[in-house]
């Protein structure tokens, strides 16, 4: 069974940077596309950013486009959002998430905390 713990999060001023880690057990893990969402107070949780895993390649929404970087690093099956000029519309509780093609999201973390003031 796979198992994801994202960590990183933590309060910082706008225009200021923080880098999320998804770390997941599990090997098969370095098989799957993992996934950034994020579910500010009062709203649904939403798609931020992805990666494939055999080409890395990457997806953003515009929202953070320009802005934020999804990499991975399949030797340790970790996964970061390097999330740079933040705001305080990106503050919100940070989810990693895995799948496998193009199946329903998986293997939600318990999800980090980002809070960005202004």
């Known amino acids: 069974q796979v198992q994801v713990v994202e960590s990183g999060g933590g309060l910082v001023q706008a225009g200021g940077l923080l880098r999320l880690s998804c770390t997941a057990s599990?090997?098969?893990?370095?098989?799957?596309?993992m996934g950034w969402f994020r579910q500010a107070p009062g709203k649904e949780r939403v798609f931020v950013a992805s990666?494939?895993?055999?080409?890395?390649?990457?997806y953003y929404s515009d929202s953070v486009k320009a802005r934020f970087l999804i990499s991975r690093d399949k030797a340790k099956n970790t996964g970061y959002l390097q999330m740079n000029s933040l705001n305080t519309k990106d503050t919100a509780v940070y989810y990693c998430?895995?799948?496998?093609?193009?199946?329903?999201?998986?293997?939600w973390g318990q999800g980090a905390q980002v809070t960005v003031s202004s």
């Open positions: 599990g090997r098969t893990f370095r098989s799957y596309t």
């Open positions: 998430a895995g799948r496998i093609g193009g199946a329903t999201w998986g293997y």
């Open positions: 990666i494939t895993p055999r080409l890395s390649n990457t």
